[in-house]
């Protein structure tokens, strides 16, 4: 055993739940016990590091979780742990139980948490968990899979009645601050418009001339995914069936994309993800972050991962322009 070598690894899940988070959990327990390492579940994120609400975690405990979505352990957002004091307290609480390596099972904001850890003391590694796949250093985020499986299939609904009244139906999915979701969702339903934070320019008449257009050209529907961060599908499909007469409809599809049993993609990618993180961690490693790049899982410096940004995929999305012309 090498002098960096973790004894006993906490596992928490923080910031949105995701489906395959839990074949992440379940993966990083029985991989640690696989290694002869113990394994702490931190319940409820930071804010259960910082309440001390911490089990012991067996290979029965994540029996029966790989196709469930949520996440066993509770999930939460944690002001407190974004203060030095927070931070300072959260690493004590781990040397406390005896905690020196940590998986953090979220997004960015969550990984910021990890690296707190990491310049504490305690060997973090940060595994990526959002529907969103915003996290820049990896093109596989635990929970997209399913999450546009999930919209896609409650698309098609919509565009069925959609069709059936010849009507424009404005979707919106998830997604604050990043356009993954719509675009692709887009691209799978055949969307006449996709508007992402990305790169809408708020210009509705370019919409509604499109409408026009289309209806002209004999399309009896017309279908626009809107993300989350631009929002406003209510305000929007009044002022559509102002301006073009054509009957419109807004659905918000809303957190049915954030739950749901995984996909298999998820199960299998999660359930790598959080293998890999205990391998880095037994490695010695610390202060790191599991990424899926080319077709393969690696692990990357945490501070350089954070630093990255991510755009839209310039190809898809022209491609869905393209696409959604003809
Ligand atoms: P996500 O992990 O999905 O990006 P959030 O941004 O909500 O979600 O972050 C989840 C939690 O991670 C926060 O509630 C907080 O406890 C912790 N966190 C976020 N940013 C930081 C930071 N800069 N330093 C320490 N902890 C942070
Ligand atoms: O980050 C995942 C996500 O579902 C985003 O797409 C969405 O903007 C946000 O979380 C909503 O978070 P909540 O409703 O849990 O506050």
């Known amino acids: 055993m090498s002098e960096n070598q973790v004894k006993t690894i ?9 489906p395959g988070m839990n074949a992440a959990v379940r993966s990083v327990v029985r991989t640690a016990l696989a290694h002869g ?13 910082l309440e001390e609400d911490i089990i012991d975690m067996s290979s029965r405990t994540v029996a ?9 352990l509770f999930t939460a957002r944690c002001p407190e742990f974004m203060t ?5 307290k959260g ?9 020196d390596g940590m998986v953090v099972i979220g997004g960015d904001g969550s990984f910021r948490g990890a690296r707190a850890l990491a310049n504490r003391g305690i060997n973090a590694i940060g595994v990526p968990g959002t529907i969103d796949l915003d996290i820049a250093c990896t093109d596989y985020t635990i929970g997209f899979d399913t999450a546009v499986n999930t919209a896609m299939e409650a698309i098609d609904k919509v565009r069925d009645t959609s069709t059936s009244h010849e009507r424009c139906s404005i979707i919106e999915v998830m997604g604050r601050t990043a356009g993954h979701i719509a675009l692709w969702c887009g691209i799978a339903t055949g969307a006449e418009d996709v508007l992402t934070v990305e790169r809408y320019d708020y210009n509705e008449q370019e919409i509604i001339n499109h409408i026009i257009e289309k209806r002209k050209s004999g399309k009896t529907h017309h279908i626009i995914i809107n993300a989350e961060g631009i929002g406003d599908s ?8 102002a301006a073009t007469g054509v009957s419109t409809r807004a659905t918000i599809i809303g957190h049915i994309q954030r739950g749901g049993s995984p996909t298999c993609k998820d199960r299998v990618y999660a359930s790598a993800m959080g293998c890999k993180a205990v391998e880095v961690l037994c490695e010695g490693k610390t202060n790191r972050i ?16 954070l630093a990255m ?10 491609m869905q322009k393209k696409l959604a012309v003809m």
């Open 309 to 318: 940004k991510k755009d839209l995929d310039p190809f898809l999305y022209e």
């Open 84 to 88: 030095e004091e927070g931070q300072a």
């Open 234 to 241: 209510h305000g929007m499909a009044k002022r559509i069936e």
């Open 10 to 18: 906490g596992v928490l899940t923080s910031g949105g739940d995701a």
């Open 64 to 72: 029966d979780t790989i196709q469930h979505g949520g996440t066993i």
């Open 91 to 99: 690493a004590e609480i781990c040397r406390k139980h005896g905690i």
């Open 37 to 49: 390492l113990k394994v702490k579940g931190i319940r409820r994120g930071y804010t259960g590091l």
């Open 290 to 305: 599991i990424a899926y790049k080319y077709g393969k899982f690696i692990d990357l410096d945490l501070e350089e991962a």
